[in-house]
């Protein structure tokens, strides 16, 4: 799948956000034009408007992720896997507003809500769940990290494979991670932690399956760790597709963009072409089959 040393098979961002408010099929139509081939479409919360209050309001808001979903598909002809859940700093913010314990029931409320749908087939993936990125009261902390808990078994107990949003705090967060996995019975292999380093050393992961914000300097990163790793990892750029944060995060030309730079640069580490094809095809299409499905 390498024509003249540029990749034309499947490539996957594994966690965008879209917003019909801003450019929605536009961007998604970038990312297809570029190569790109698939997207794992993240249900985003609208905290620039009104966060759900009930369980209803998260029932019309997992339904317009799962239109958004069937609108690309349908438009640009993108193979779509849906991940819905209630993100953390929602929880975090709603805890400030009707306090700790009404919010956490909320948010768990909205866990199974999502994983009802996941069984129903509506998504693959719950997500993205967690912990704030952001520095709280320890108080805050235990009790996002109990939450954090129960909706890991909860994800065991319906076999749901999940996406995590967490804090940037080197290997820690991520050994901590896998404990919180082993302690719910949810397999290591089945918890993406999402916006990961592009150090993917089994030392750094604790043997968690990882998404890659695929930034500058990210191909150095991979080539320079590739072989201190077993476990599953992938590429996604966090596309926001926010109209008040226009430059957030990552652009949706990225991940086609830097998988023909990875294949670069794996060339000139003297890789033979069918390696190079083999390593890539795990990436976009061996590695998600078994941490998703």
């Known amino acids: 799948m390498l024509v003249n040393g540029k990749w034309e098979g ?26 790109g081939t698939g ?19 998260y029932r019309e808001v997992y339904k317009e992720t ?19 859940g209630p993100h953390p700093v929602t929880w975090d913010i709603q805890a400030n507003t009707i306090g ?34 952001y520095k709280v009261s320890d108080d805050r902390w235990e009790r996002a990290n109990d939450m954090l808990l129960d909706i890991m078994r909860m994800a065991s107990s319906s076999g ?25 019975g949810l397999p290591r292999r089945r918890a993406v932690r999402h916006f990961a380093s592009s150090d993917i050393s089994d030392k750094n992961t604790s043997g ?31 596309f926001l597709d926010d109209p008040k944060r226009p430059g957030a995060v990552l652009g949706p030309k990225t991940i086609p963009k830097r998988t023909n ?17 083999q390593f890539i095809l795990n990436i976009h299409e061996k590695w998600i089959s078994s941490t998703y499905f």
Not at 18 to 30: I, R
Not at 232 to 238: A, L
Request: net charge negative; charged share 25%; hydrophobic share 40%.
């Open 10 to 35: 499947p490539i996957v961002d594994q966690h965008m956000h879209l917003d019909k408010s801003n450019k929605f099929l536009g961007a998604v139509e970038e990312f297809s034009k570029s190569g």
């Open 39 to 57: 997207i794992f479409l993240v249900h985003k919360p609208s905290f620039s408007t009104t966060l759900p209050k009930n369980i209803g309001d």
């Open 66 to 84: 799962v239109r958004m979903a069937s609108l690309v598909r349908e438009k640009i002809g993108l193979d779509v896997q849906v991940v819905l």
């Open 100 to 133: 700790v314990d009404e919010s956490t029931e909320l948010h768990i409320s909205a866990v199974g809500l999502a994983l009802d749908m996941i069984e129903e087939g509506d998504a693959i993936c719950l997500g993205e769940v967690g912990r704030p990125h």
């Open 160 to 184: 749901s494979p999940i996406q995590l949003h967490v804090e940037d705090n080197g290997h820690q967060t991520c050994m901590e991670l896998a404990a919180m996995c082993d302690k719910a």
């Open 208 to 238: 968690l399956p990882v998404t890659i914000s695929m930034g500058k300097g990210s191909i150095e990163g991979i080539c320079s760790t590739m072989g201190l790793s077993k476990s599953n990892w992938g590429m996604e750029t966090d």
């Open 261 to 277: 730079q990875l294949c670069q640069a794996l060339k000139s580490l003297e890789w033979e072409d069918e390696k190079i094809e």
